[in-house]
């Protein structure tokens, strides 16, 4: 076990525990709207907007959150005029993001600018800054509100969304933040924890609660804890066997995804009360 | 704002979809009354879902002018919408889907409680009140993927009531349920207008099934409304006969 200094460690946790709290939390509308790839989609803008920065000589950061927030700003309007499911517009964004991120290191001189670039896409929970925690801690209280508030809303959506559309609801204002705020979610959870956890973290803890409940507040209040406890415990996992922090994380929260098909109470089947009576 | 006395007025009413060329539903006029039953049938594929969203809404007209209450539907769509309960043509729903009926029924209530609003215990007591009209109050806190076809149905009807409607469009509204349920839900919708004298208005492609209280019968075909009259002397007709071919289905 390697020895950190525990301001480092304090810092690095609870980056894990505010990304792994939003991206889980945005993860129920994620799984309930088939919008699994676009994890995929905000880490790549992220990168993209990162090679940008490089190219025009500054911060990448910088240009990894111009990309992403305009990303997520677009998504939802682009499928809605597209008139294709909002996946295939994240796929068509996704290669498009790729393919600028590449012309955009073409004009970077030298690998060590490259390298720097990818440093986005792979994150690294030990380069969390007290900047990062609290521009997360500031989009999770504002997730809380916006999912408090608009529950009703939410819910009338997530449920059929042309149904909700004729109670009186414009529909397309609320899915247009749900995608905006997943985005930002992402966007800025990827430089702490970087592309693959981001997936995991939005994916898995949803996909979990799913299995045991059918209320959807339920999933809401269970999905962040999940999400929260997979860090933890994927956290103090990396520290005892000198695993990479990430995929600790990612470890751990697909054996809570693994255990909870199995002993998912929505698939057992009752015992048949006829039976019983009979015999 | 149009001062008549019709709850619904269609004049010469278009509705393309996008990049479609020819319309679905052309040269409707239609006026209803506050308080009528009307009965929509045609075949399959004659324009009965168009004409339905066209009156909410929920798809916008190419042509011609659609007020509901008095006010065009086009300006004031959120507005108009709060006062209709619309029931959809059934869908397929996610045995697993994460919803309670309970829920399902209160999302109706949306657009009436209004945004930066939380449901009350007045939302709630209309939410009881609609579910035990359909007799569905045991199935409250049942996920919505496990019920039967009817069963989802009926609360489909239940949400559209605990809106409190002024007009209630059903889309085939007797699909997927059997002979008893069929009745159960024609006794229902009879006992509501009666009560509340809700103006209703119902597509069916089924003529075996027009509501005993429904006195208008309208019959769309190709697009266009073909027959409006009462119910009498539309199921006389010999036109239905040619349309139908006396169980439902297109000739």
């Given at each position: ?7 480092l460690l304090?810092?690095?946790i609870?980056?894990?525990?505010l990304a792994g ?5 945005t993860?129920a509308f994620v799984v309930r709207m088939?919008l ?9 803008a ?12 500054i ?10 927030f ?7 309007p ?5 008139r294709l499911e909002?996946?295939?517009?994240i796929g068509?964004l ?9 012309i ?6 030298g690998?060590?600018?490259s390298a720097?670039a990818?440093?986005?896409l ?11 925690l609290?521009l997360?801690?500031i ?5 809380i509100?916006?999912v408090i508030i ?9 449920f059929n ?10 529909t ?15 966007s800025f959870?990827?430089?702490i924890?970087?592309?693959l956890?981001?997936f ?6 949803t996909?979990t609660a799913?299995q045991?409940?059918?209320?959807f ?9 999940i ?12 520290l ?12 751990i ?5 693994t255990?909870?098909?199995?002993f998912?109470?929505k698939?057992?089947?009752?015992k048949s009360?006829?039976?019983q009576?009979?015999s | 704002?149009k ?11 278009e ?6 060329k020819?319309?679905v539903i052309?040269?409707i006029n239609?006026?209803?009354?506050p308080?009528?039953?009307?009965s929509?049938?045609g ?7 168009t004409f ?5 809404g929920?798809?916008s ?17 959120s507005e ?7 029931v959809?043509?059934n ?5 697993l ?6 829920d399902?029924?209160m ?6 409680i ?6 009350r215990?007045?939302d709630w007591?209309k939410?009881?009140?609609s ?13 919505i993927?496990?019920l039967s ?6 609360i489909?009807?239940s949400r559209?009531?605990a ?26 919708l ?14 069916s ?10 006195k ?22 010999d036109?239905?006969?040619s349309?139908?071919?006396g169980?439902?289905?297109?000739k």
């Open positions: 076990m390697i020895d950190f200094p525990s301001a304090i810092t690095s609870l980056g894990a525990i709290f939003a991206c889980s939390t993860g088939n699994s790839s676009i994890g995929y989609l905000m880490s790549h992220a990168f993209a907007g990162a090679a940008f920065g490089l190219m025009i000589s911060d990448p950061i910088i240009g990894a959150i111009i990309f992403s305009g990303i997520s700003l677009i998504l939802g682009l499928a809605e005029k597209a909002s996946n295939i517009v068509f996704f290669s498009f993001m790729i393919a600028l991120a590449f955009f290191l073409n004009f970077i001189p690998t060590a600018a720097r990818l440093r986005i792979w994150g690294s929970i030990f380069s969390v800054s007290t900047s990062d609290l997360l801690s989009f999770s209280f504002i997730l509100v916006f608009f529950y009703k809303e939410l819910i009338a959506i997530m969304r042309k149904l909700a559309e004729s109670s009186g609801i414009n397309r204002l609320y899915y247009f933040a749900v995608l905006f705020l997943t985005g930002i979610a992402v959870s990827i430089r924890v970087g592309g956890l981001v995991a973290l939005i994916i898995n803890p996909s799913y045991f409940f059918f209320d507040k339920k999933i809401f209040i269970f999905s962040p804890i999400g929260i406890v997979s860090c933890l415990v994927g956290f103090w996992l990396s005892i066997s000198d695993f990479p922090i990430g995929a600790s994380i990612v470890l929260s697909a054996i809570f995804f255990i909870a098909i199995i998912s109470p698939r057992k089947k009752g009360k006829i039976q009576s009979v | 704002m001062k008549n006395s019709n709850i619904i007025e269609l004049e010469n009413i509705t393309i979809y996008e990049g479609e020819s319309p052309y040269d239609f006026k209803v009354k308080g009528e039953f009307i929509v049938i075949p399959n594929g004659a324009g009965k879902t339905l969203e066209t009156i909410n929920l798809l007209y190419s042509k011609g002018k659609c007020f509901v209450f008095g006010k065009e539907i086009k300006k004031h769509k108009i919408r709060k006062e209709i309960g619309y959809i043509q869908f397929e729903m996610d045995p889907a994460p919803f309670l009926c309970k399902i029924v999302s109706g209530r949306t657009g009436k209004g945004t930066f609003r939380f449901a215990k007045n007591d939410v009881w009140y579910m035990g009209l359909v007799g569905m109050i045991d199935f409250a806190n049942r996920p993927g496990k076809g009817g069963e989802f149905q009926k489909l009807l559209a009531l809106q409190n409607p002024k007009i209630l469009l059903l889309d085939e509204p007797f699909s997927n349920l059997d002979y008893a349920s069929r009745k159960q839900v024609e006794t229902l009879n006992r509501i207008h009666e009560k509340n004298n809700i103006t209703i208005l119902i597509v492609h089924d003529l075996s099934f027009v509501p005993s209280r429904c208008r019968i309208i019959v769309i075909d190709h697009g266009k409304i073909i027959m409006d009259g009462s119910r009498e002397k539309i199921l006389k007709s036109i239905i006969n349309i139908f071919n169980n439902g289905g297109k």
